[in-house]
């Protein structure tokens, strides 16, 4: 279980350059839950998933996993981001077993872990490649088996989809469904992409602009929920364009208040 509990965040060094990035964020998700967090740009989606992780602490509240607060990293939990992140001059098994290494797993062993999650994202046969002899699509497969191999009970995914094609992103979505039907994972997964969040979710929570605050959380329930033809049902239509609605009208609405 995550809780978030009246999270804020405040960057810049004096009263008049600070930026409230987050203000009074609270939300709980259970485990095994798929959670995407989605606004406009700049609604702080990408800092709320950092203090989740621990990588930057909230200016006020906080987030418990289980009861245990939050104050860094932990073996608990794996980021996936959206530019890859991967190193350049390693190869691929290589850069899957990276997170094994840190934590000190002998060779053989993180080799062995690296080859079959290598097996699960699909890229037998690539393991000597480097990152720059792949895809876009396929270095976003490594990034993902290299956060599977650690065992996180949490996955975090930073856009991690975003910059792949149409039919790349689609495949992916896909991919990803079919993964976690074998690990008991919690997921919190940051979009921009109303169809993204509805077709991956288990619930979405809606942000607003700057300052983020989560203004609504929606169940997604739909019928054949996660599947091509789900995707094309009249409910899936009409839950994207309730978060779309929501989304526009929240941008209108600041825009009217800055005026």
Not at 100 to 118: T, Y
Request: charged residues 25%.
């Amino acid at each position: 279980m995550i809780e978030v509990v009246d999270v804020s965040k405040v960057y810049g060094p004096t009263p008049e350059e600070q930026v409230v990035a987050l203000q009074g964020v609270s939300l709980s998700i259970k485990q095994g839950e798929f959670v995407s967090l989605i606004g406009a740009s700049g609604c702080g989606k990408t800092t709320l998933l950092k203090i989740l992780d621990g990588l930057i602490r909230p200016s006020q509240g906080r987030v418990e996993i289980d009861g245990n607060l939050v104050t860094g990293p932990g073996p608990d939990r794996a980021v996936v981001f959206q530019d890859f992140a991967l190193m350049p001059w390693a190869n691929v098994i290589e850069n899957v077993a990276f997170g094994l290494s840190v934590r000190g797993v002998p060779k053989r062993e993180r080799m062995d872990i690296s080859a079959e999650h290598i097996a699960q994202v699909g890229l037998v046969g690539f393991e000597t490649k480097n990152p720059g002899q792949l895809s876009g699509g396929m270095q976003q497969r490594v990034g993902l088996a290299r956060a599977l191999a650690v065992k996180p009970q949490i996955l975090l995914m930073d856009e991690p989809f975003g910059s792949l094609d149409a039919q790349t992103r689609h495949l992916m979505q896909e991919d990803l469904l079919g993964m976690l039907e074998e690990e008991n994972l919690t997921v919190v997964f940051v979009t921009h992409d109303m169809d993204e969040a509805v077709y991956l979710s288990d619930r979405v929570a809606i942000m607003s602009p700057r300052p983020g605050r989560v203004v609504e959380v929606l169940d997604v329930d739909l019928p054949e929920s996660g599947s091509a033809e789900g995707r094309r049902s009249p409910e899936f239509l009409e839950l994207t364009n309730y978060i779309w609605e929501k989304l526009r009208d929240a941008v209108r609405q600041q825009e009217e208040m800055s005026a």
